[in-house]
């Protein structure tokens, strides 16, 4: 239903304190304050507290309005919705509310507008920051037995794929942040041959570690079934029919167990993850890294995504000391990521390659030798870029031990 809501919190109000008091002379009031605006009051109930303030409710034709005020903190709460389903009563709500606020001379208001009949997908980058998606319509949402998968239409990205309310990814961005996950690593071995990949059941990841020609077999191990089949019938712009290449052979398992009793070695282990909080922590480890470097070949390289330095800076430090305690070269790396809403870091680790030795020209040839097509982020310019850190970067990733 398409509807507008105006919520207010106003504070240290300048009117005469009876305002805030007196419920009898502010029904009429609001009544008179409601049909000014073109609103219809089809009907209003007010409370008065005992030596406090009130709680009001006007019903509407077009929906409601509800205020409650508290004297003892000069202030009160706001709250105004309109139906735009038959006509747009955007402009009459707005006009009753700044009508209200005028009435009681706050010097403080904290004012939210929230738009009903779209998805506003609002995602916490931490206790205190987040971004919001807004999203056409809703085209799916699945219960597995692992977690909640969602998926959105939006004008800006296209199909959006989320799990458990946070972004996955997307039909039009989603090479920003695969293609960074994993070609600085690929590029720089020189024919890897075997991939893992542990998680990253929407099939990016193996898609574009497939474009490498020396590689034989990617592994994809994915904990849940439902990913992949959802995937699979929706997000052919993500994947490009990666499903159905005889190189990719496909487990569903956890990770865990998989990295522990496999026998086999990799070339590039590419941790595909949520982030590490809830189940995905485990994976996160210093044991878990400890195995994944176990089942590296000698010249085999880790890849995986280690965090916000802006959101989450404590996190950058805290895996990237787990991996200096692992691997002889950890290289952190970075690039704004426009659906996680923020700069994220990566980083490559390997106990023989150095992805910051190669220059420009020689990672432009390789991309050329391994006739590398659809690339549209990664070349020998970006190579370098993303390992390029600023200060405040470098001090979250320095290493303790040296």
């Known amino acids: 239903m398409n509807g507008l809501h105006l919520i207010g919190d106003l504070g240290n109000c300048r009117c005469d304190p009876q305002r805030l008091i007196d419920s009898v002379s502010f029904k009429d009031k609001c009544i008179n304050m409601v049909q000014a605006s073109g609103l219809t009051v089809m009907d209003a109930s007010f409370k008065q507290f005992d030596d406090s303030g009130f709680t009001g409710t006007v019903v509407l034709a077009e929906s409601h309005l509800a205020i409650h005020t508290w004297p003892e903190n000069n202030g009160l709460t706001l709250d105004v919705y309109v139906c735009n389903y038959s006509a747009d009563n955007s402009t009459k709500a707005h006009h009753l509310f700044n009508t209200i606020i005028e009435y009681f001379e706050p010097k403080e208001v904290a004012r939210h507008t929230i738009e009903r009949g779209e998805h506003l997908l609002v995602e916490p980058l931490n206790d205190t920051i987040g971004f919001y998606i807004k999203a056409n319509r809703q085209i799916g949402e699945w219960q597995t037995p692992f977690q909640k998968l969602a998926i959105y239409d939006t004008p800006q990205y296209g199909k959006i794929f989320r799990l458990d309310d946070y972004n996955m990814t997307s039909e039009r961005e989603e090479f920003i942040y695969h293609e960074n996950l994993i070609h600085p690593a690929l590029t720089v071995h020189d024919a890897p041959r075997n991939v893992l990949i542990i998680g990253g059941g929407d099939g990016g990841s193996s898609e574009e570690a497939l474009k490498h020609p020396s590689v034989e077999r990617v592994t994809l191990v994915e904990i849940d079934a439902d990913v992949i089949k959802i995937a ?14 005889p190189k990719l052979r496909i487990i569903i398992d956890d990770g865990i167990k998989f990295i522990r009793e496999t026998r086999e070695k990799f070339d590039l282990i590419a941790l595909d993850l949520n ?10 480890t210093t044991e878990f890294f400890q195995h994944c470097h176990q089942a590296l070949s000698v010249e085999g390289l880790l890849t995986l995504h280690i965090g916000s330095p802006t959101a989450h800076p404590e996190r950058v430090t805290e895996l990237t000391q787990r991996l200096n305690g692992i691997f002889s070269i950890v290289r952190p790396y970075t690039m704004y990521i426009p659906l996680y809403g923020a700069q994220w870091a990566l980083a490559v680790c390997s106990d023989r390659h150095d992805p910051k030795a190669f220059t420009t020209e020689e990672i432009e040839q390789r991309i050329k030798t391994r006739n590398i097509q659809q690339l549209q982020f990664y070349n020998g310019e970006t190579h370098l870029g993303v390992f390029a850190l600023p200060n405040f970067v470098r001090n979250l990733v320095a290493d303790k031990n040296k």
């Open 232 to 245: 699979k019938e929706h997000f052919q712009a993500v994947h490009n029919g990666v499903f159905d290449n």
């Open 275 to 284: 982030d590490p909080i809830g189940p995905a922590a485990a994976l996160y």
